[in-house]
DNA sequence: ATTATCTATAGATCTATAGATAATGC
DNA sequence: ATTATCTATAGATCTATAGATAATGC
């Protein structure tokens, strides 16, 4: 990911890593303080480049804070759909999701700290996430496998465990098992007896590639 | 609840209202902007009192952050237990306080806005209805009305649901049976089949007294 | 020669306090 | 006489930019 830059010019690597750098460190001080309260003076001391170096980059920190969090969206969405490739059942990618977006507060606390302190955050995780959801959703229900009445509060209850147990496993007051918990609990809202969503949610998970 | 103050001169109750004009004007202020983007300046100015005044009542920011909440808070709490004071049935109890909860954002929204965009505010909320939460759950178990695995889970799950589904209210992408919807979920997660959990949610509900 | 980074700083906030003013208590 | 509020401001940030320095390109 890092070897990946595009520029042709060593330069122009450079600037790319800078870039790269100043979005790491201002994910990280914003996981930290909150978006508001983090400045950019600490954020280009936690890149160790020179204060200005940011202006050269970003003309605000709204605009790295959009970047911050394109760019962690599309890590975890190009992994979820690595992870869901080859699955045909729809309640089965579901669970996958769940227990994957889940999973983020264990393999980068540090992006799920920031989602959680990013103002509308949930709105643009709704966004990102939300054509993969119909997608899923819509085969399960026309294959009968899913039963549902309304698709939107559905989604909203949803994405609603997630982010309140993702901010729960970040403070320390969840279960160990959450993770399979509330990918049962999405289940059996989607219509799946508790039996078998209690078994879909425990099935080995692949490693994230 | 205005003519409830308990100072005994005029003086002292004008320094009352005046604290709760604060309040109020720093709850509406910081439910706009988020708590770290209000000034004092701003909540002077809403609460129509000179700048120095806020330093009567609270010595930071944090501090009237504090009282927002448990004022907002200790409101709905006491509209919940009246509205639930006669009932039996746990079912219908959780039912009604997850409606409630809901109609927070219909009924006040500034303070449903405030709640969302105040760090850790989800903590205090957790702290706030869990004795409540624990006793009606408990009952519900110990009568054989609710099945229940993982109880924290759980708990998590449902305060998801209601964070997330008010939220949706508030920048209008809910459907307009969201309240009732979510209800329903949260019983049959209680262990309610489907039916009855569809019943109980749509049941009338008292006004609020 | 060009391009990026770094240092220094002007200007714009914002907080917290000090001292003056106004209102109530007795 | 006491107590609360108001006005004015010092001191502490923080942002955004200008100009100097360092590194790369040719």
Redesign the interface.
């Known amino acids: 990911m890092a070897g990946a830059s595009k520029a042709a010019t060593r330069g122009g690597r450079r600037k790319q890593r800078n870039r790269e750098r100043l979005v790491a460190a201002a994910g990280a001080v914003m996981a930290r303080k ?1 978006v ?2 983090a400045t950019i003076a600490e954020i280009t001391e936690e890149a160790d480049l020179g204060f200005g170096t940011f202006y050269n980059h970003f003309a605000s920190k709204e605009a790295i804070v959009d970047e911050v969090l394109a760019s962690g969206l599309e890590s975890v969405g190009g992994s979820l759909d690595r992870l869901t490739e080859g699955m045909e059942d729809p309640a089965r990618i579901l669970a996958t999701a769940v227990r994957h977006l889940l999973a983020v507060a264990d393999r980068d606390p540090v992006f799920a700290w920031f989602v959680l ?1 990013a ?1 509308n955050a ?2 643009q995780l ?1 966004q990102h996430f939300l054509h993969r959801a119909e997608r899923d959703v819509g085969r399960g229900r026309k294959e009968g496998r899913f039963v549902i ?2 698709p ?3 989604a ?2 949803i ?7 993702t ?2 496993k970040l ?1 320390g ?3 160990s ?2 993770d399979e ?2 990918a049962a ?1 999405a289940l ?2 989607l219509g799946i007896d508790e039996a078998e969503a209690h078994e879909l949610a425990r099935a080995p998970l692949a490693p994230i590639g």
């Open positions: 909150g508001d309260a302190r103002p949930s709105a709704t009445h309304d939107t509060s559905l909203i209850a994405l609603g465990m997630i982010l309140e147990g901010r729960a403070v007051t969840a279960t098992s959450i918990h509330l609990y059996r809202l």
